[in-house]
């Protein structure tokens, strides 16, 4: 995707009415029904729906012809990592429904419940999607392949689903942010000029405490729920899950994973059942894309609106008034302090990914705000691009619009808003964060 420079951009706050209108439609709406006793409030109004005025606004706020900004939603709709996300949607919801009809989930369920003890489930599957994320170096890969599991181990266990979910986004969130594959760690060091591995240590810093403090809430949270006696292990059906996690770990394209994992799931469903065949088969797959219907659309018309929002100068907006807070903040004759310079680069990405919903999109126009930022008021490349990466999943896990909340709400059968207030790790990894930038001892970035 072509990367506007955020800084040559005209600055224009109006630019980010639209998403305004959409979250005050499908937050407010959702929020309103709830307290009004409806069952399901949050799905009364479909979030595709609730988009629409706001892209409509979007036409009627932009200064260029309609032809001319019709072209950059479909640029924005077109975007490689929009379209990159609504794959993995497709790919993870067939692999769902075909495991799911397949016996599969039921299988390794079982073996979930043989292997992980009862007083250590909602731990252990935040270590598990923190393992697999990190070796994969994607979130949404992650949720996609072990949030099918999660959901077996919650219906049998009593655990909620919130809960379980929480447990899931947590743990994909943590590898998404300290994997060296990961497309936000490779745009954060790239725009900021570090090494990979400079910048995974400062990130762990900050993440290891975050972790621990999520591992005993999820113990005190999972206390007090029984498992019941596993069934038979029937590993035939398990092998799909242990096939792409396996390929997870050694860092295999999560294309490639899912994909593969569609197939062994049907291959096995056709071994372990005369009457499963190739139409029933192909059903399962076409049910799985069909349950992604809504955020699918939903993605891609978030895509083409933050397009539109960047084009009008909605980004730069956001850019310009973290600089003008800390100008004003350090006066005319002094200069800004590491500490603000930090919660600046920290302002400036998070505000730009409540604008756009994507974190790596976010790193990227923040880069160079950042960068200067940095290399004013003494802070190290490392700690740049730390923060950026840090602030920019901790915001993703916990939007009720983003990509995350959106497929686990989608699998879950809950309220993407409920996913994001089950979202541990990400706010407890701001905390970690912004008490290290106010508390941490510092040294010059030339001695680090």
């Known amino acids: 995707m072509n990367q506007a420079n955020p800084n040559t951009m005209t600055a224009n706050g109006a630019a980010l009415l639209p998403l305004i209108l959409f979250l005050v439609l499908f937050l407010g709406t959702g929020t309103y029904l709830t307290m009004q006793g409806v069952e399901f409030a949050f799905y009364q109004l479909p979030a595709p729906i609730a988009v629409l005025p706001a892209l409509i606004l979007a ?41 799911t009809a397949t016996g599969g989930v039921e299988a390794t369920v079982n073996l979930g419940l043989s292997v992980i003890p009862s007083w250590f489930i909602l731990p252990g599957f935040f270590i598990i999607s923190a393992f697999i994320a990190t070796a994969m170096g994607t979130s949404m890969g992650t949720l996609g392949a072990v949030a099918p599991i999660a959901i077996g181990v919650a219906d049998v266990t009593g655990i909620g689903y919130g809960v379980m979910a929480g447990a899931v986004l947590s743990g994909a969130m943590f590898g998404d942010n300290l994997s060296v594959i990961s497309d936000t760690t490779i745009a954060a060091t790239r725009t900021q000029g570090c090494e990979m591995r400079d910048k995974f240590k400062e990130n762990l810093r900050i993440a290891t405490p975050a972790a621990l403090a999520v591992i005993i809430l999820l113990y005190f949270l999972g206390q007090g729920e029984t498992l019941p006696e596993s069934g038979s292990i029937e590993w035939l059906k398990v092998f799909p ?84 807070l800390l100008t004003r903040f350090s006066g005319s004759t002094h200069k800004v302090s590491a500490p603000a310079a930090e919660l600046g680069i920290a302002g400036t990405v998070c505000l730009a990914n409540l604008a756009t919903a994507n974190n790596t999109v976010a790193i990227i126009v923040s880069s160079d705000v950042a960068k200067n930022l940095a290399k ?43 996913i994001s207030l089950h979202g541990y790790y990400p706010l407890l990894l701001m905390v970690s964060a912004v008490l290290t930038v106010v508390f941490r001892t510092r040294v010059s970035k030339n001695n680090e």
């Open 241 to 324: 899950y242990i096939a792409i996690l396996v390929m997870a770990v050694v860092g295999i394209n999560v294309f490639v994973v899912l994909g593969t994992g569609i197939i062994l799931a049907g291959a096995v469903g056709m071994i372990s059942s005369p009457d499963y065949g190739l139409m029933s088969y192909s059903k399962d797959i076409y049910t799985g894309f069909g349950n992604m219907q809504e955020i699918f659309i939903l993605s891609l018309f978030i895509g083409g609106l933050g397009a539109v929002m960047k084009h009008q100068g909605g980004l730069a907006f956001i850019c310009r008034l973290i600089d003008n």
């Open 59 to 99: 036409l009627i706020l932009s200064k260029d012809s309609i032809n001319q900004t019709v072209d950059q939603f479909i640029a924005g709709v077109g975007d490689s990592s929009v379209i990159a996300m609504c794959i993995i949607y497709l790919l993870a919801g067939g692999f769902a429904a075909v495991a």
């Open 376 to 418: 004013a008021h003494d802070v190290s490349p490392k700690r740049s691009a730390s923060l950026l990466d840090i602030f920019a999943c901790s915001i993703q896990g916990l939007l009720p619009y983003g990509a995350q909340a959106l497929l686990l709400g989608t699998m879950f059968k809950l309220s993407p808003v409920e």
